[in-house]
């Protein structure tokens, strides 16, 4: 990486300026190199004469000499760079920041080594093949994808891409929250709304969802089970329209998702921690 290069530079001039007598020894401080938050301040920077003015003027009072001012090192180690054909030049800016321009020339090459990589070119090796999770979205399974869960959507999948980029092995996951109050709710008010297309006068829960897209659902499943599911036991209402609108919704989501060219690896049931045991047995353990 240039950042990276670019600090050696900078590293080399302080060994040179040392080794010359220009600057005395001390301990190497971390170098770091930064992209400036202005324009004109080249396009990279670093302020370390800033941050090695005190370690300078220590070890040149217990010397004898007189101090040295963040510029007047900057300019020692200006004079000390190295050349490299991806530096242009180096200016000194107040207090004492060096402000680093790369050459055109050399920009002009990289674009060649970018065509010829294609997508390579950006990866590095930050992850080392480590598994991480990233779980995003999961709006509860009530409704249509909303603009809060589509930004959090780019958001998320960016995330996961610039991981994949940095050498993470990475799993999307949509944790799907189908257990609880709100999908209880959920599906009472589906059922009614399936009730009210065959006629029945019935309301929707006082604390039920009133959108519009509630009747489409009911007519989905009106078009797929007729008036067969009008007598249902009471019992069965819920976890069948449960079932039948959860089906929905995520059909859905994954339609919207994939729009935006947003993939999951795993849709995770938070319905499956009660099926399968894992919530009462974690529970007994607490």
Do not use: C
């Amino acid at each position: 990486m240039i950042q990276t290069q670019l600090e050696a530079l900078i590293r080399q001039a302080l060994k040179k300026a040392q080794k010359k007598g220009d600057l005395p020894k001390f301990p190497m401080p971390e170098i770091t190199v930064t992209r400036p938050r202005r324009e004109g301040q080249g396009d990279y920077s670093t302020a370390l004469p800033l941050q090695i003015v005190k370690p300078v003027n220590n070890a040149l009072k217990e010397k004898g000499g007189g101090k040295l001012s963040p510029m007047q090192i900057g300019e020692i180690l200006i004079k000390r760079l190295p050349q490299a054909d991806f530096l242009d030049r180096a200016e000194l800016a107040k207090p004492g920041f060096i402000n680093l321009h790369l050459s055109p020339a050399w920009l002009a090459q990289q674009a060649g080594a970018i065509v010829q990589q294609g997508p390579d070119y950006f990866k590095v090796d930050l992850g080392g093949g480590k598994k991480v999770q990233v779980e995003f979205v999961s709006a509860n399974p009530t409704g249509p994808l909303h603009f809060g869960g589509a930004r959090n959507a780019a958001i998320g999948d960016a995330l996961a891409r610039l991981l994949e980029n940095s050498g993470y092995q990475v799993q999307r996951e949509y944790y799907v929250n189908d257990r609880g109050t709100q999908i209880e709710t959920f599906a009472m008010t589906l059922w009614r709304r399936y009730q009210q297309l065959f006629g029945l006068d019935v309301d929707i829960p006082a604390d039920g969802y009133p959108g519009a897209y509630m009747i489409d659902y009911a007519k989905i499943i009106r078009e797929e089970h007729g008036d067969s599911l009008l007598n249902l036991p009471e019992e069965a209402i819920i976890p069948r329209f449960r079932e039948l609108g959860l089906k929905i919704v995520l059909d859905e989501l994954k339609d919207d998702l994939a729009m935006m060219n947003v993939q999951f690896d795993e849709w995770f049931s938070e319905q499956s921690l009660y099926d399968d045991g894992t919530f009462a047995r974690v529970f007994a353990i607490l």
